[in-house]
Every structure is written in C-alpha cells, then in structure tokens.
C-alpha cells in the first residue's frame, strides 16, 4: 500500500483516506440498520431476557469488524490533516 501511496500528493491521500472511511462507515450504517431495522433483532432487549441468538452474533461481529477500521481510518485522517496543517505552517513562519 505505501507503493501504491508513494507519488500522490498529500490532498489525493488525505481524499482516499475520506473515500475508504466513508465507505466502512455507511457499509457499518446499512449493517446496523438490517440488524435492528430490518430483522429486529433489538426486540429481546426487554425482560425477559433472551439469548442472542447465532444470526445475531454473526451481525454484530461484522459489524464491529467494519466499524472499528472505520473509526480508526478518521482518527488516522485527523491526525494525518493535523501533521500535514502543522508542516506547512513551520515552512511558512521560515
């Protein structure tokens, strides 16, 4: 990947880096709203208690598997953003 990265320039990384969390956040959004939109799977959260059942921690494995990546692609954008902004502002105070 650091290949494929290595002649773009900081602003077409930094758009990638948007377009793929964007990405593994509405594919993390359509999971969730099967999950409990859709299948319901939210209706055993009163008393009493039923077990999940398998289906159902299959559908929040996944999402979990697709919405932590995402979370860790915007805060890598954000701290990528905030080192690229800091860069610049030390080549122009010279």
Known sequence: ??????????PKRAGALVLLAAMLSFLSFLIFRAEYG??????????????DTLLEKVFNTIWFAV????????????????????ISDARRAV
């Open 38 to 51: 859709v299948l319901n799977f939210g209706d055993s959260d009163l008393p009493p208690y039923q077990p």
């Open 1 to 10: 990947m650091a290949s494929f990265f290595h002649n773009w320039s900081h």
């Open 67 to 86: 919405t932590i990546p995402a979370g860790l692609l915007w805060f890598l954008l954000l701290i990528y953003v905030i080192g690229i902004v800091s």
